[in-house]
């Protein structure tokens, strides 16, 4: 890897994890793993991880501050957790608007069309994770239509996917001893562990590479 590479994560609570009680700005998520995972590399000993998580955003707050958080931080590399919140609150919030997928999308192309046209990073695009440990909640069914948005979208801007609902999804039909998470969205160490392992399987190569 070149040196001086910098990648920023953005996403909502499971990206954010306490980056901000956090001395080194990291938190303590998925994102830590995947940072402590290349510093033992010597390879990447100049990658420069930024988290720019924020509990609660949906694709529209990303929206509001992607040129702050994203744009402006000149990335090689923009890894993108969301959609667990506009799929979560239409069932604890109903009463709220919902974001739904045609409007999930296109916020989404406008994102990603915005970072080809004013950087040169290569987008990492996550698929959401799960709402429930339970592989037909109804959490679960509405996010579908959300992962194959995603999918469509890592392929249409030649990124990179990374299946993390499908690996959760398998976890949950063939792993019953361990939790995921805390509260059926929010991740315990295991879920963080399963959602690195399934990010570097899929970025490791590409990123050392460049």
């Not at 830590?32 to 033992?40: E, K, N, S, V």
């Not at 009463?95 to 080809?116: C, D, G, H, T, W």
Request: charged fraction near 30%; hydrophobic fraction near 35%.
């Amino acid at each position: 890897m070149h040196t001086n590479k910098r990648i920023v994560f953005i996403g909502d609570s499971i990206t954010d994890s306490g980056r901000r009680e956090d001395q080194e700005g990291i938190g303590n998520g998925y994102v830590r793993l995947i940072r402590d995972y290349f510093l033992t590399e010597e390879d990447a000993e100049h990658l420069e991880v930024v988290n720019k998580g924020v509990s609660g955003d949906k694709v529209t707050e990303l929206a509001v501050r992607w040129e702050e958080d994203v744009i402006s931080q000149s990335p090689d590399y923009v890894s993108v957790s969301i959609g667990i919140n506009d799929v979560w609150r239409q069932l604890d919030h109903p009463e709220m608007e919902p974001v739904l997928p045609e409007r999930f999308e296109q916020i989404y192309v406008a994102l990603l069309e915005q970072l080809k046209k004013e950087t040169k990073a290569l987008p990492i695009l996550m698929e959401p994770t799960i709402i429930e440990e339970n592989t037909d909640s109804a959490g679960n069914q509405k996010l579908k239509p959300y992962v194959e948005i995603v999918q469509r979208l890592a392929e249409k801007y030649d990124g990179i996917l990374v299946p993390t609902h499908a690996a959760f999804i398998s976890f949950l039909e063939h792993q019953k001893t361990s939790a995921l998470t805390t509260d059926g969205v929010h991740m315990n160490s295991v879920g963080d562990m399963l959602m690195a392992k399934t990010w570097l399987q899929a970025c490791r190569e590409s990123m050392l590479e460049h």
